[in-house]
């Protein structure tokens, strides 16, 4: 079974500054997908970001990047000059082809002004 | 395009009814998926549809719990006979599961169960 972990149930950051929120999994697979989600207090959750496994460079959108790590199975999310509306809880989540998201416990980020 | 829908948006109930959600997935997603999310348990798989294959109800957690995708499209997620633990927010999501597995989420719907 998967298992998702995300360590920091809590981080703030000052607007414009970066912020890095932590992400490891444990999986057996050798192709599978990561995922980040954000979900705002208006309970939509919004995908930020997408890595699939077997791609080594690290996935960028914007002011939101990933450090992939397979070996360590390690995927943090670093998200760069920080805006008001990254407030936001953040949800690393895993899958393999076609199945279901597992998801961490996730990690409630607040940008302070 | 439109995204993914849902309603109703939020549902009180009394305990021991039967409540339907609904799920409008994003046209021409064929995979569609169900979780529930709850305090004390995060984020929660229920239920996966593809296509015409047999559904996988593997994370259903009792059997008042059901669910049906109707003409590939619309599903509806029963509960029966509800319980206060049922209380959470229910979101639904649709893959198009081609080139891209990703899971694109509904609002949700919260459910009170009193």
């Known amino acids: 079974a998967q298992t998702v972990t995300q360590s920091q149930p809590e981080m703030s950051v000052q607007e414009a500054e970066t912020v890095t929120l932590s992400c490891t999994y444990d999986?057996?697979?050798?192709?599978?997908?990561l995922f980040w989600y954000k979900q705002p207090p208006s309970r939509q959750m919004i995908l930020v970001i997408r890595?699939?496994?077997?791609?080594?460079q690290n996935a960028t959108e914007n002011r939101f990047s990933v450090n992939f790590q397979k070996a360590a199975k390690s995927f943090s999310l670093k998200i760069s000059d920080s805006q008001l509306g990254d407030t936001a809880m953040y949800f690393c989540?895993?899958?393999?082809?076609?199945?279901?998201?597992?998801f961490g416990e996730g990690t409630q980020l607040t940008v302070n002004p | 395009g439109a995204g993914v829908s849902q309603s109703p948006s939020n549902k009180v109930t009394e305990k021991g009814k039967d409540v339907e959600l609904r799920c409008d997935p994003i046209?021409?997603?064929?995979?569609l998926y169900w979780y529930r999310q709850s305090l004390g348990q995060g984020l929660e798989f229920l239920i996966y549809?593809?296509?015409?294959?047999?559904?996988?109800k593997s994370g259903l957690p009792s059997d008042r719990f059901s669910a049906e995708r109707t003409g590939g499209s619309v599903s509806t997620l029963t509960i029966q006979r509800t319980q206060q633990e049922d209380s959470a927010v229910y979101l639904c999501?649709?893959?198009?599961?081609?080139?891209?597995?990703?899971?694109?989420f509904g609002p949700g719907t919260r459910l009170t169960v009193l």
């Open positions: 890595q699939e496994a077997y791609k080594q």
């Open positions: 046209s021409g997603h064929t995979a």
């Open positions: 999986t057996s697979e050798n192709n599978y997908y």
């Open positions: 989540a895993f899958s393999t082809s076609g199945s279901r998201l597992t």
């Open positions: 549809f593809q296509g015409n294959s047999a559904p996988d």
């Open positions: 999501a649709s893959s198009p599961r081609l080139a891209d597995d990703t899971q694109y």
